[in-house]
């Protein structure tokens, strides 16, 4: 209940499973995992455990709602709005857009992805921004924006290479690889039937693109492994 703003997270739905029976006087742990975040609703998993053994489980979903007309209210980006200075904010946004992605609303997680590249505290966490950011947008359909956000992913690498955590070197092989993903496509879509006399055009530029796939995904290999 947030007083001032005048909302509520009135629960729509819990189910719970109770898998072993507990006793009075236990005191159980309780884990709280962040399974999806709609427009308007979080839906959240509760697992109460004792001694490493899960004892139950529940499953809830919240909406976000007006305490005035009682319905609801797309809460998305409103806690990057409503807590702008919050040291928090942004980190709390990027896993926003986590969520988003696994729920496979792409344009929602690419917009908080966007955003997050010129915020992120650290090169890593840009580098994985840009990973992602790419990964949504080849699902949009918006292969330049990816190989854009790909190419800026390799370029804070080179840039800042020193800086990075485990993280980063993964997010970093990861944009390589994906880039010799996608010469190795555009090499696919040269066709060797067509005009004859444009036949060494295209024996020239399948040649070419193999090479920079080639590469591209060596630069990938050689990269120190990540322990």
Known sequence: LIISDRHGFPYVHIETDFKIPSRMGEHLDLTLLLTRIGRSSLSVVIVGHLGGVERLRAR?????TSLETQRAIDSG???????PKDESTEEVTFLMGKAYEKAEK???????????????KTPSGQIEAYVRLATV??????EKGAGTALARAMDTYKQR?????????????????????RILAEFEAVKIEGDIKQLKDRLKKKGELLKKAAETLKAQADRPTIA
Do not use: P
Not at 60 to 64: E, G, R
Not at 77 to 83: D, E, G, I
Not at 137 to 142: A, D, S, W
């Open 77 to 83: 980006n409103r806690f990057r709005k409503a807590y």
């Open 137 to 142: 947008r080849v699902k949009l359909g918006e």
């Open 60 to 64: 809830l979903v919240t909406a976000m």
């Open 106 to 120: 792409w344009k929602d997680a690419a917009g908080i992805y966007e955003r997050y590249t010129g915020n992120a």
């Open 161 to 181: 290479k020193g800086q990075l955590d485990d993280s980063g070197k993964y997010f970093a092989a990861k944009a390589r690889y994906m880039q010799g993903e």
